[in-house]
């Protein structure tokens, strides 16, 4: 559902909010800002100190009632039954906001251990696929009720140094868009509104100051300070605006939709442009050659 068919008068009052990667970055400052508007929140990590933080500060700024449930997303019988527990305790859920997943910051050829790449695609993929999977039943069939699949732009235009988390955010953007028709199908204007955030670099987050090498011989490459990353905490007061609206699909910068276009009539300069983009904005000490 577009945001022009929606309703901006749309809060988080009295709703009951899921967050995957609810213990830090982007996925606390949305627990946050739901609190504020008075929802109930489940959040979910692998951090049960770091949850019981958040936690705090959502009681603290208006919540109802905050529970916390750590779990392993790459653990599937643990991540079922965390979602089922929680479902218990609410009932329902009418915000479900998949956020938990890790970043890359080496070349593909750098990679040394294959189960690296394994494990960023159980997280990043089947993590929060599974999650929708486990949760979906319970979520309220309204127009009114929210999935949000918080993305990147890194699924919508090639990035040099995050091969694989491409190709997770990629996966995830072809999800989303197949379960937002589906939906439509199933329930007709009693469809949850699917979102799809492709957010630009944001700062203050685990996932790019944690970046996985894979093994490289080097440290993993990250953004400079100076680089124009967005503040997580003006990101996410934006992102609470569209999800208010319903918006489909929101995040990417003007100079992403530009760019996308030019994919299919002029992918070798394309190309260059986003290296050039990469190499001017990101920090990483010489590649040692393995070869």
């Known amino acids: 559902m577009g945001a022009w068919l929606s309703n901006s008068n749309w809060s988080a009052d009295g709703k009951h909010v899921f967050i995957t990667g609810g213990s830090s970055g982007i996925g606390a400052e949305l627990a946050r800002d739901f609190a ?3 929802a109930s929140l489940a959040l979910f990590a692998r951090s049960e100190d770091s949850l019981a933080n958040v936690a705090r500060d959502c009681i603290k700024l208006g919540a109802p009632k905050v529970e916390v449930f750590p779990c392993d997303l790459t653990n599937d019988a643990n991540l079922k039954t965390a979602i089922e527990l929680a479902v218990e305790k609410f009932g329902k859920i009418d915000v479900l906001v998949l956020n938990a997943g ?7 050829e750098e990679i040394k251990d294959i189960d690296s790449i394994n494990y960023l695609l159980k997280l990043n993929v089947n993590g929060v696929i599974n999650s929708c999977f486990y949760a979906l039943p319970s979520v309220a069939k309204s127009s009114t009720s929210r999935i949000i699949f918080i993305s990147s732009v890194a699924g919508l235009v090639p990035v040099p140094y995050r091969t694989i988390y491409c190709a997770s955010k990629h996966a995830l953007a072809g999800f989303a868009n197949s379960l937002r028709i589906e939906l439509l199908d199933t329930y007709g204007k009693d469809a949850p509104c699917i979102q799809l955030i492709n957010f630009p670099e944001v700062s203050g987050t685990n996932l790019n100051q944690g970046r996985m090498e894979f093994g490289a011989d080097c440290p993993p490459a990250e953004f400079k300070t100076d680089s124009g990353v967005i503040p997580v905490q003006i990101a996410v007061s934006s992102l609470m605006e569209q999800i208010a609206w319903g918006s489909s ?12 276009p030019l994919r299919g009539l002029i992918p070798r300069i394309l190309d260059a442009i986003i290296l050039k983009h990469v190499k001017k904005t990101h920090v990483r000490p010489s590649i040692v050659s393995t070869k």
């Open 249 to 260: 699909e929101w995040g990417h910068p003007l100079k992403v939709k530009l760019l996308l």
């Open 36 to 38: 504020k508007q008075g």
């Open 102 to 108: 890790r970043s890359q910051g080496c070349y593909f």
